[in-house]
Nanobody
Framework: VQLQASGGGLVQTGGSLRLSCAAS?????????MGWFRQAPGKEREFVAA????????YYADSVKGRFTISRDNAKNTIYLQMNSLKPEDTAVYYC??????????????WGQGTLVTVSS
């Protein structure tokens, strides 16, 4: 399974961005749980959001709850992260991942290359 993340960029505080992550390869009929993680300079990678394979259950880090929304389109093998009310502390490289839905990076088997989000103050 290959994951391609896109949609990052430079945005001002309070702005919005939508990240996409397209899955390709041997996805088959198995719908993986998908997640977004981020890593800011000098910090460890942290969980942002996750969505179950069916799309029914979603999970968020407290720091983004109410501002970010994760969704998926299984017909397109793509997940999205709508990010609103962005803050400078959201600045990071965002990674998408596929595996068993969860908050721990160890639950994911496949990782995308990351897309940079920069929020200016």
């Amino acid at each position: 399974v290959q994951l391609q993340a896109s949609g990052g960029g430079l945005v001002q505080t309070g702005g919005s961005l939508r990240l996409s992550c397209a899955a390709s390869g041997r996805t088959g009929s198995r719908y993986y749980g998908m997640g977004w993680f981020r890593q800011a300079p000098g910090k460890e990678r942290e969980f942002v959001a996750a969505i179950a394979g069916s799309g029914g259950n979603t999970y968020y880090a407290d720091s983004v709850k109410g501002r970010f929304t994760i969704s998926r389109d299984n017909a397109k093998n793509t997940i999205y992260l709508q990010m609103n009310s962005l803050k400078p502390e959201d600045t990071a490289v965002y990674y998408c991942a596929a595996g068993i839905t969860g908050r721990r990076a160890e639950a994911y088997d496949y990782w995308g290359q990351g897309t940079l989000v920069t929020v200016s103050s």
